[in-house]
């Protein structure tokens, strides 16, 4: 039985990684941080399950920012793969929160890939990246050789995060693959995230407990994709001869109005009698429209995205639906 250890396992990406990892038959670990031991939501089906937890899926208490922790964890479990989902992934706190975003988002992949050095080069290391690194671009698709121009601190520690990887890699021969992984989401994403609140919103409005929806740049064009489908492909790129880097995408851009249109229409509600707009809530900084070409991953490994725009909509609304005790796409309750 394979070991595979995951930080950030408590997340939207880390929850449903443990999810595609037991699946095929791994043990599976997940580091949590002491301020994360309340936040289990996303791993309780696991953690409840008297056949998983404990038996093959396990909790280890750790943080990014002690390497002693790290060391430890690492050097007990003695995985075959680490695949690191934790981070400071959220783009408008990075602007209040330089430092700690650039430790946790980009130093600490520095800690993780030199204790891996030190106790077993062999371990396969996966690290994800974002678009954002992209930031401004003539590039009408990005492939993995368009040029970086972060407008974010977050955008800048990922890129910090992806040239430690390929450093590694280069410089001592060590299996640390990157996935440029453009915007993924699913029923797991915070109310913090754009997609998420107005899915929740748009259930909430059709069960009458929320009267208005207010939001800030509707013409923001957004490469969605689903989330657990992006997780098969981590486990896909570490299963690879040869590490390396790849874009992972859905190859087209829909706008946030478009988002928005589309969660409104699966409960049948026009969304311009909820939505105001408030410009509060515009970033410092805008990106180019961001989309990638996923013609190496295509090439490699066969990736191909399943889950597009409408379906991922729909399937959030509904989830949410779910939640707040509305019906599903039929219609609103009442």
Not at 226 to 241: F, G, P, V
């Amino acid at each position: 039985m394979k070991k595979a250890l995951i930080f950030g396992v408590t997340g939207q990406d880390g929850s449903y990684l443990a999810e595609v990892l037991l699946e095929k038959g791994y043990e599976v670990h997940g580091m949590v941080r002491r301020s994360a031991t309340g936040n289990t939501l996303n791993i309780e089906h696991l953690l409840q399950n008297p056949l998983v937890f404990n038996r093959r899926f396990f909790l280890q208490r750790g943080d990014l920012a002690d390497p002693t922790s790290l060391y430890r964890i690492i050097n007990t479990v003695r995985p075959q793969e680490i695949y690191n989902e934790a981070d400071q992934d959220h783009v408008g706190w990075s602007y209040d929160m330089v430092g700690f975003s650039a430790d946790i988002t980009g130093a600490a992949v520095g800690r993780i890939l030199e204790i891996i050095k030190q106790i077993d080069s062999t371990i396969r290391y996966f690290q994800p990246c974002t678009s954002n690194m992209f930031g401004k671009t003539e590039s009408e698709f990005q492939t993995e050789a368009t040029a970086y121009n972060p407008q974010s601190p977050y955008a800048c520690s990922k890129v910090m995060a992806y040239y430690l990887t390929r450093y590694y890699r280069q410089a001592f021969g060590m299996f640390a693959s990157t996935a440029i992984l453009y915007n993924h989401e699913s029923p797991r994403r915070t109310e913090e995230y754009v997609t998420r609140k107005i899915t929740k919103s748009v259930a909430r409005i059709a069960c009458g407990k929320q009267d208005k929806l207010i939001l800030g740049d509707l013409s923001a064009n957004i490469d969605w994709g689903y989330s657990k489908e992006y997780m098969e492909t981590a486990w896909q790129i570490l299963q690879l001869d040869e590490s390396d880097d790849f874009i992972i995408a859905t190859g087209e851009a829909h706008s946030v109005k478009e988002w928005v249109d589309e969660a409104f229409a699966v409960v049948n509600l026009r969304a311009e009698e909820y939505v105001k707009t408030d410009p509060s809530l515009l970033r410092p900084t805008k990106t180019s429209t961001l989309i990638g070409d996923i013609t190496k991953a295509r090439e490699k490994f066969g990736f191909e995205p399943k889950v597009r725009f409408k379906e991922l909509v729909k399937l959030m609304v509904e989830a949410d639906l779910k939640i707040e005790g509305g019906q599903t796409a039929k219609g609103p309750r009442g």
